[in-house]
């Protein structure tokens, strides 16, 4: 089992900076894909980004490409997001999930057994 816990999502002002964190308790993450998904009210659960336990590589949706970046910190077993030149419609719940092994990133929901609680982010213009 592994228990998410993610953190650090607030109002921000649009362009602003944001860090998330994700972090992991009960088994390491070192050997975890972790992925950053967002809702929107109304909205379905939608892939942010990923990254991949064998070789640390990340992957990013379109809308976030070149404003997000994920890292992680196996020492501290965290997952972190960070978000940079934030608009008004990265204004979601931010969740972090895991699945032991795999080899690729996936961006399907359902295809992550471990879940954080949410964390929101809301991005004023």
């Known amino acids: 089992q592994v228990q998410l816990v993610e953190s650090g999502g607030r109002l921000v002002q649009a362009g602003d900076s944001l860090r998330l964190s994700c972090s992991a308790s009960?088994?390491?993450?070192?050997?975890?894909?972790v992925a950053w998904f967002r809702q929107a009210p109304g909205k379905e659960r939608e892939f942010v980004g990923g990254i991949r336990w064998r070789d640390g590589s990340t992957t990013s949706a379109d809308s976030v490409k070149g404003r997000f970046t994920i890292s992680r910190d196996n020492a501290n077993n965290t997952v972190y997001l960070q978000m940079d030149s934030l608009k008004v419609e990265d204004t979601a719940v931010y969740f972090c999930?895991?699945?032991?092994?795999?080899?690729?990133?996936?961006?399907?929901?359902?295809?992550?057994?471990?879940w954080g609680q949410g964390t929101q982010v809301t991005v004023s213009s």
């Open positions: 999930a895991a699945v032991t092994g795999g080899l690729a990133i996936m961006s399907a929901p359902r295809l992550y057994p471990y």
């Open positions: 009960g088994r390491t993450l070192s050997r975890s894909n």
